[in-house]
């Protein structure tokens, strides 16, 4: 059963743009939330965290944006650059373990 | 910092054939995590350890599988005997305890491509 879901497994948005990456989890318990990217051939690097006493966290052009009610959060980029090409990752953690989602490949055309 | 090592990068290997994967963690960290990334499943915990001492082993998928951190600096995943459903890539990943080894950032190595024939 996956408690993080990521359902889109791949997005295309030309450079300049937003792109948004969703994330859905199950489970109430969860109270903080990361975001990983990953490049092929690599491991995952840390991207942007939050915290479920926040419902905004930004970083450059990076936001994530949590809804508790709805238990949905979401990555913004704004713009998005070709380097940004890579799949990303959601996590989220209730202490006891990190749980991450499938995945969202995105790619950032010229 | 060389950050998280693993090795070997890539293994091929025959069904019932024992495969040990290797990681070394940032030096400092003390806390190493071993992950397992399918398509189907995602990025998986298998096991992590605090201070060389395992705290939570429920992801280990059955008894084939089992790890160990001998000192700060190195630890291995061993599979044995290995299965085609096995194949996968395994992350190890290290971090700094604060509070809670799940609200710091976990710096992963490049990973190991595990294909079982």
């Known amino acids: 059963d996956q408690q993080v879901k990521q359902n889109s497994p791949s997005l295309s948005v030309q450079e300049g743009r937003i792109s948004i990456l969703n994330c859905d989890y199950t489970n109430s318990m969860f109270d903080y939330f990361l975001w990983y990217k990953k490049y092929p051939a690599e491991g995952p690097t840390f991207l942007i965290s939050?915290?479920?006493?926040?419902d905004k966290n930004e970083d450059g052009r990076f936001t994530v944006f949590l809804n508790k009610s709805a238990k949905h959060l979401s990555l913004h980029i704004v713009p998005s650059q070709p380097g940004d090409s890579a799949v990303y990752f959601c996590?989220?953690?209730?202490?006891?373990?990190?749980?991450f989602g499938t995945g969202t490949r995105l790619q950032v055309t010229l | 910092d060389a950050g998280v090592i693993q090795s070997p990068r890539h293994e091929v290997t025959e069904m019932g054939q024992e495969v040990t994967l290797r990681c070394k963690p940032i030096s400092g960290h003390n806390s190493l995590f071993w992950y397992r990334q399918t398509m189907m499943r995602g990025l998986e915990l298998l096991i992590y350890f605090n201070n060389n001492v395992p705290i939570d082993d429920s992801g280990m998928p059955e008894d084939r599988f089992s790890a160990k951190m001998p000192n700060a600096s190195f630890s291995t995943l061993k599979i044995q005997p290995s299965e085609p459903r096995d194949s996968a890539v395994y992350f190890c990943?290290?971090?700094?305890?604060?509070?809670?080894?799940?609200?710091?950032?976990?710096?992963f190595g490049p990973g190991t491509r595990l294909t079982v024939l």
């Open positions: 996590a989220a953690s209730g202490g006891s373990k990190l749980t």
């Open positions: 939050i915290s479920s006493i926040k």
């Open positions: 990943a290290s971090s700094l305890y604060a509070g809670g080894p799940f609200r710091n950032e976990q710096f």
